[in-house]
């Protein structure tokens, strides 16, 4: 099973990079995930959509062909979001304007939230309300929102707050286990060929 990591902020250094980096390594270590990458949007790598997608304009081509094989050999994803002003970083939405169901369609995705105090809701909320309806992502009903990250999953023991860390760490391996599950049960949904309909292609 391979799962991808996607770090959905546009800084670096950041945090969100930093529970990625986390998460891929708990991936590593499981009985369930065999390959785990992260694709990171630090820097911001991927140019706003426009209607060349569409028309298939070979900058774009060229452009996305590199996410577009990542994604597509994907079993289920990680969607690690800070919360900037209460909202999902720009960078983040456009990428799902760019991915289409061909590499996202009907696979499981995680969603963790990232705020630097008690926040970090409202990104969950955005991502469910307006990120899946034509590529088809599925956003599975568990969700972890690490808050306080600069206490919590760093390398030095140290650096960390332990009662919150030790949470934070077990809630995620066992988020990820139930993301596995959903991997397994979702590759069936898809092989089956009910998702594929050329009168339904976007969804409503």
């Known amino acids: 099973m391979k799962i991808t990591v996607i770090s959905g902020s546009h800084r670096d250094p950041s945090q969100s990079m930093k529970v990625a980096r986390h998460i891929r390594q708990t991936l590593l270590a ?39 094989t990542l994604f597509g050999g994907s079993d289920a994803f990680v969607i690690v979001s800070p919360e900037w002003h209460g909202q ?19 696979k499981p995705a995680l969603i963790v939230t990232v705020s630097s105090g008690d926040g970090g809701a409202y990104p969950v909320a955005e991502l469910r309300m307006s990120s899946y309806k034509n590529n088809r992502i599925c956003y ?10 600069e206490q919590v999953l760093n390398p030095e023991p140290e650096d960390n707050n332990p009662d919150a860390d030790n949470y934070f760490r077990e809630r ?13 049960a979702l590759a069936e949904v898809r ?8 009168k339904f292609g976007n969804g409503m």
Not at 191 to 198: D, L, P, Q, V, Y
Request: glycine share 8%; aromatic share 8%; proline share 6%.
């Open 30 to 68: 499981s009985d369930y995930c065999n390959e785990a990458e992260i694709f990171g949007l630090n820097g911001n790598p991927l140019p706003l959509w426009d209607e060349g997608i569409w028309e298939g304009d070979e900058r774009w081509k060229e452009i996305l062909q590199p996410m577009r």
């Open 172 to 184: 995620i391996d066992w988020s990820l286990r139930v993301l596995g599950s959903y991997a397994s």
């Open 191 to 198: 092989s089956s060929g009910i998702t594929t309909h050329e």
């Open 88 to 106: 999902v970083p720009a960078g983040l939405k456009n990428l799902f304007l760019l991915a289409s169901k061909k590499e996202v369609g009907h």
């Open 140 to 149: 599975i009903p568990e969700q972890v929102i690490v808050r306080n990250v």
